[in-house]
T-cell receptor, first 115, second 113 residues
Framework: DAGVIQSPRHEVTEMGQEVTLRCKPI?????LFWYRQTMMRGLELLIY????????DSGMPEDRFSAKMPNASFSTLKIQPSEPRDSAVYFC?????????????FGPGTRLLVL | GESVGLHLPTLSVQEGDNSIINCAYS??????FIWYKQESGKGPQFIID?????DKRQGQRVTVLLNKTVKHLSLQIAATQPGDSAVYFC???FGGGYQKVTFGTGTKLQVIP
């Protein structure tokens, strides 16, 4: 299995631009998670989906962030407009539904720098 | 203004020695704890977990110790190998649910060959 796939791996953009991060979960995994990691705050859960349905988005910082999962094999996290404080590494993870944290598999992350 | 760079605490260990990585957690109501390994340029990887009704759990070359009295968690790695070089961080879960998990910022383990 290829594992969780994320693209792009690196993104540099200017403040005010729209950023779209992409994720392909492991085949057969029905839960998908978006996390953000910074040195200051560590890893933070932004939103997660079960069977393509958003279950909890309370971690999404503000309205500038949105996430979609149009089908079982694809999800996007969009930031519009982006700000320098959004600079971080964004991880996507997937797991079987109800599998618990020990069954989560993380992608390699997208390193975002907003200038 | 000028930003101050942040650096993770670093533990340097000779290959073959045992490593002990510590973590202080914040919520006395937390009942589930996890250790992760994160290699450079990769996502976090689950290593071992422990529930609050236990004080010790062993895996392959790793042991997690939980001291609820002082809210302290430790990860012991036996016979540390170069492949163990990574950032290790703990997580605490209180009340269940993915949103009720708090992750630490981690310790960088450097294995000296």
């Amino acid at each position: 299995d290829a594992g969780v796939i994320q693209s792009p791996r690196h993104e540099v953009t200017e403040m005010g631009q729209e950023v779209t991060l992409r994720c392909k979960p492991i085949s057969g995994h029905n839960s998908l998670f978006w996390y953000r990691q910074t040195m200051m705050r560590g890893l933070e859960l932004l939103i997660y989906f079960n069977n393509n349905v958003p279950i909890d988005d309370s971690g999404m910082p503000e309205d500038r962030f949105s996430a979609k999962m149009p089908n079982a094999s694809f999800s996007t996290l969009k930031i519009q407009p982006s700000e320098p404080r959004d600079s971080a590494v964004y991880f996507c993870a997937s797991s079987p539904v109800g599998g618990g944290m020990e069954t989560q598999y993380f992608g390699p992350g997208t390193r975002l720098l907003v200038l | 203004g000028e930003s101050v760079g942040l650096h993770l605490p670093t533990l340097s260990v000779q290959e073959g020695d045992n490593s002990i990585i510590n973590c202080a957690y914040s919520n006395s109501a937390s009942d589930y704890f996890i250790w992760y390994k994160q290699e450079s340029g990769k996502g976090p990887q689950f290593i071992i977990d422990i529930r609050s009704n236990m004080d010790k759990r062993q895996g392959q070359r790793v042991t997690v110790l939980l001291n609820k009295t002082v809210k302290h968690l430790s990860l012991q790695i036996a016979a540390t190998q170069p492949g163990d070089s990574a950032v290790y961080f703990c997580a605490e879960n209180f009340g269940g649910g993915y949103q009720k998990v708090t992750f630490g910022t981690g310790t960088k383990l450097q294995v000296i060959p």
